[in-house]
């Protein structure tokens, strides 16, 4: 249907024939990837007006998804920030098309219903802004009553999310939702729990609600990359256990050992990276820390959040392909956004050093690779508003 609103789909084509043309640049992948698709245009006879759609959309295609996977879209701020950028319906038509498109043409099981959802509920929402509507703060808790009751109850509770329908275990992964009364450290408590189960936590969304509710649910695999407990029903409901024991502070799991790097991801070098924004999020910071993925991580920059005295308002994680990218909602102790200075400097000294565990010796002749796994979250680190 929504291909079907699309006005210039000759400008569509040209940019996913573009897109990517820009990897390995000097520049980076999206600003290298603008000029070419420029220059490829003026060659082709394109008009200027339909050039520089095209130059924009190539620039811009990997904004929806970073949007939607690292930032609170259930924030009004996020969604207009999105629709200021996107400028209009059919720009916002045209990146969703070319974004799906672009996920789905990576490889198999690259795209899941889990990233479809959250780049389907921001396309809604900055549509819903397009149309003059109110976008209000949006409600994570209200898709979950039953378990939410029992939170505010006092008591912990965890489910899986539709196990037989299309955002539970046939998708590819497993869908654990965990509500509790939100207390310091339980996210970070939950994580670790999953990295000791051997739970491979591919996405991840974390809401604490002004009443003093947390409810977090991850995506989860098995060391094999299918759905956590599929082959072993009984493992998944063991940990099913284990967080609930979690949430309710009966068990501190030790923490996970750092694995080796395997021969695959030797081959790709993730350099690491830690940006702290204090304009996107409202009264709090957001943190978002990428680099190359490994069983545990999440564990071990939750830990060490936790360790720094920061409350985790909402978390988001995301990977792409062998980086992790993952981003917290922050407040302090008091419920106040952090203030830059001396410790939050040696917080992020910290989760760099957490980023480079389990790294391999840098390969020489990985320039270009790197400098494309880069652009995966150049976007985000350069626009305010946007394991």
């Given at each position: 249907d929504i291909v079907h609103r699309i006005v210039d789909f000759e400008a569509l084509?040209?940019?996913?024939?573009?897109?990517?043309?820009?990897?390995?640049?000097?520049?980076?992948?999206?600003?290298?990837?603008?000029?070419?698709?420029?220059?490829?245009?003026?060659?082709?006879g394109v008009d200027p007006r339909r050039t520089e759609l095209v130059v924009w959309l190539v620039r811009n295609h990997l904004a929806l998804s970073d949007y939607a996977q690292k930032r609170d879209v259930s924030d009004p701020t996020t969604v207009?920030?999105?629709?200021?950028?996107?400028?209009?319906?059919?720009?916002?038509?045209?990146?969703?098309?070319?974004?799906?498109?672009?996920?789905r043409a990576v490889g198999p099981g690259v795209?899941?219903?889990?990233?479809?959802?959250?780049?389907?509920?921001?396309?809604?929402?900055?549509?819903?802004?397009?149309?003059?509507?109110?976008?209000?703060?949006?409600?994570?808790?209200?898709?979950?009553?039953?378990?939410?009751?029992?939170?505010?109850?006092?008591?912990?509770?965890?489910?899986?999310l539709n196990?037989?329908?299309?955002?539970?275990?046939?998708?590819?992964?497993?869908?654990?939702?965990?509500?509790?009364?939100?207390?310091?450290?339980?996210?970070?408590?939950?994580?670790?729990?999953?990295?000791?189960?051997g739970a491979d936590v591919v996405g991840a969304r974390a809401v604490t609600a002004a009443e003093g509710v947390a409810l977090d649910i991850f995506e989860v695999q098995d060391g094999a990359g299918a759905a956590y407990g599929e082959a072993e029903p009984r493992r998944l409901w063991t940990l099913m256990e284990r967080l609930e024991q979690a949430a309710r502070g009966e068990?501190?799991?030790?923490?996970?050992?750092?694995?080796?790097?395997?021969?695959?991801?030797?081959?790709?070098?993730?350099?690491?990276?830690?940006?702290?924004?204090?304009?996107?999020?409202?009264?709090a910071a957001v943190i978002e820390v990428s680099g190359g993925d490994r069983p545990g991580l999440l564990a071990d920059v939750a830990r060490v959040l936790a360790d720094h005295g920061l409350s985790i308002r909402s978390a988001h994680v995301a990977g792409f392909g062998e980086r992790a990218v993952d981003s917290f909602y922050v407040t302090d102790s008091r419920g106040r956004k952090p203030k830059p200075g001396a410790r939050l400097d040696r917080l992020r000294h910290q989760l760099e050093t957490v980023l480079d565990q389990g790294q391999p010796p840098s390969p020489r002749g990985f320039k270009a690779v790197r400098a494309s796994l880069r652009d995966v979250s150049e976007l985000g680190r350069g626009r305010a508003g946007g394991r």
């Open positions: 084509m040209l940019a996913m024939f573009l897109h990517d043309v820009g990897k390995g640049g000097e520049r980076g992948q999206l600003e290298d990837g603008a000029i070419a698709a420029r220059r490829a245009c003026d060659r082709l207009r920030a999105f629709a200021e950028l996107v400028g209009d319906p059919e720009r916002l038509r045209l990146l969703l098309v070319l974004t799906v498109a672009d996920i795209w899941n219903s889990w990233k479809g959802q959250l780049i389907r509920n921001l396309y809604e929402r900055v549509e819903a802004h397009f149309r003059g509507e109110d976008v209000a703060v949006a409600d994570p808790l209200a898709d979950h009553p039953d378990l939410v009751a029992r939170a505010r109850a006092g008591a912990a509770a965890v489910e899986v196990p037989q329908g299309s955002g539970g275990i046939t998708s590819g992964a497993a869908h654990i939702a965990v509500a509790a009364p939100d207390r310091a450290r339980l996210f970070a408590d939950l994580a670790a729990t999953l990295a000791e189960a068990r501190l799991p030790a923490p996970p050992a750092i694995p080796k790097a395997n021969s695959r991801r030797a081959a790709f070098e993730v350099a690491p990276a830690v940006m702290i924004d204090f304009e996107t999020g409202g009264d």
